[in-house]
DNA sequence: TGCTCGGGTTATAACGTTATAAATTGCCTA
DNA sequence: TAGGCAATTTATAACGTTATAACCCGAGCA
């Protein structure tokens, strides 16, 4: 606030244009600031970190003057020295990027990871590569202090993986491991199990499920949810083999259409995405049919796209912001260690 | 890909569990090489480094037994000694993070990025300061070697600023500045004079566009294009006021119907964007209008939506993917050097 | 007087890397 | 045979920080 110095940072590693005079202003260090004081270098250290062995008056004299000049401690030097990098990774399939499921989720974690000394890296998974390499180049050198990551499996290797060396992390569904361990889900099961009563109940007879790919544990939950809805009712279901959730939108438009043209058709779909949903949607009106009328449909949301879709569906909504924020404060309070993993768990309500 | 420690990184600063023998294997370094290849570790830096006064042999000797060992340089070593962070921050506005605007953009600065040491950093900036703290935040503590950004104005601090510190940047949008700076746009003249032309043909007789907020430079663009066509065809035609293309889409949708209900309503409308897209179609809808009858629609597509939307409407397609791509190979170029910045410009065809 | 004690401060070393200057070697020339 | 040169290699120092152990000094005690 005092000394808005507007030019800094400037002559980096240049030639050396003259020797180094103490120049308008470098960038202050620790050094600056024991300059400006009189004291020690580790004093001063030791004063910004509040070390209760330094004189409580002197502490507030470098805290002063550390304000005074602007100093703000130089990450690299602290990484190399302490181990500690302050950097969160998060672990992202491109695949995950459609229509802003990433992205939600980014906006919660840096929410929640402002003010804190942490930043947000992104690290593309590339899918030519195993899902664990990613994670273990992280870990292997010490790229970040903790991991998120999402699309989780029932017997997630990097979930194994991080769990042996150790390693602070929270991921995006559960897996069914018998070690507890951090994660953050939303509750897919009461998903689709409250999606298909709503159709039941609108008097549809023979629902009609698109599933994510079968190795991801959502995809039983999903699964389970809704067998337990159809099952309790008594009516006729079919689950979609052949595509999935992670289709491209026209594969799953095509398979759509393809089984509303055949005999015994289905009258209430369920998707678990926005873009299968409107697949399913364009399905149907490119066959005639009228949503609402000849065929219901159920989609999670998790933008405010659907607000703007007409004919106006049934959504559930999963707030992906939510779980993000969740998600980064679960893995502080992971790498703050302190608290049982017990309670870095959490189930988001539909 | 020779041994393939699976445990490594464990106890990165616990509690001295005892002497430190050289363990199972610690994380090499250039002292690991240079023991085991009984150089100093100065030559083995270096050779790798690949300096011709190193003789050839020896080189290819120590190149040889970092892959042995998995050498990978300490970054936070490398940063402290060199003043190079091997970053590269985003700066991202949580507004462009709306319908993945942002992550089409990371994906092809992701894939780009791969293979180079640069890792993309998202530093999100908070619509509640300044949009040049966070620039000059990563300048002054050279939290990055390099900056990306958009939401450009035509006359942008953050380039002002940028410029004036010689810090390398690319930025998704031009400015009107006399200095020639790197950035990537896309063409939203031909964009939205394109739109005009094709609705005239169509029929339309009053268009009606929705714009960018007035300080952003392609608000200008898309501005003059749009007028240029109107003009050419001597239609009538309407701007949108009280709504951008940032605003929520109930506000544009409930914008657009109380004018639909009025006189001399349009028979044309231009968005450049999907949400307000949506919001015109779901106005359009719940007034009882058809498009591609009573009225048309042209909107800039970034994704695959429109594909699954119904009824179809005519697009124009951005790919920012493409954007993202280029923003980040333009700013790779220019923080190499060497290229005259009249170079690193490009302008992305509709 | 010598001794310990403890609050407060400081010197030293180290993290892993690289720029700079210096050293070593063999070999060729004067 | 000393001097010099080129080709390699090496020692030293430094980047900014912090953990560790040491230091200083006055007070209290025997």
Do not use: W
């Not at 980096?12 to 260090?29: E, F, I, L, W, Y």
């Not at 629902?207 to 389970?224: K, Q, V, W």
């Not at 008594?234 to 083999?241: D, H, K, L, Q």
């Not at 697949?279 to 405010?304: C, F, P, W, Y």
């Amino acid at each position: 606030m005092p000394l808005d110095d507007a030019e800094d940072g400037r002559q980096p590693n240049t030639a050396g244009s003259s020797t180094s005079t103490p120049g308008p202003h470098r960038k202050p260090t620790l050094k600056t600031i024991a300059e400006l004081t009189g004291l020690a270098v580790t004093t001063v250290s030791r004063a910004l970190g509040d070390d209760p062995l330094i004189a409580r008056e002197t502490r507030q004299r470098v805290q002063a003057a550390a304000a005074q000049v602007g100093y703000l401690p130089d990450r690299a030097a602290q990484r190399l020295r302490t181990g500690r990098t302050n950097v969160i990774s998060l672990v992202l399939d491109p695949h995950e990027e459609i229509l802003g499921y990433g992205t939600s989720m980014i906006r919660g974690m840096t929410a929640t990871l402002r003010g804190t000394p942490y930043h947000l890296v992104i690290t593309p998974h590339f899918s030519d590569t195993p899902q664990i390499d990613p994670v273990r180049h992280i870990v292997r050198n010490r790229m970040a202090d903790g991991i998120l990551f999402s699309r989780t499996e029932p017997s997630d290797e990097r979930v194994k993986f991080l769990l042996e060396a150790g390693f602070p992390f929270v991921c995006h569904g559960r897996t069914e491991l018998a070690t507890p361990h951090p994660y953050v889900d939303y509750d897919n099961y009461r998903f689709t199990y409250q999606a298909a009563k709503k159709l039941i109940a609108s008097g549809c007879r023979r629902l009609f499920i698109i599933l994510p790919p079968e190795r991801f544990t959502f995809h039983h939950h999903m699964r389970h949810g809704f067998m337990t809805a159809v099952r309790e009712e008594g009516v006729g279901f079919e689950i979609a083999s052949g595509i999935t959730l992670d289709s491209k939108a026209d594969a799953v438009r095509d398979h759509v259409a393809a089984r509303l043209a055949k005999a015994d058709p289905p009258d209430g779909f369920i998707c678990g995405g926005e873009v299968s949903a409107m697949a399913v949607m364009s399905a149907t009106h490119d066959l005639g049919l009228e949503i609402g009328r000849d065929v219901s449909l159920v989609a999670k949301q998790t933008s405010g796209l659907f607000d703007q879709v007409r004919p106006r569906i049934e959504t559930i909504y999963e707030d992906l912001s939510e779980a993000g924020r969740l998600m980064a404060g679960l893995l502080l309070k992971r790498m703050a260690g302190a608290t049982p993993v017990g309670e870095l768990q959490a189930v988001l309500e539909v």
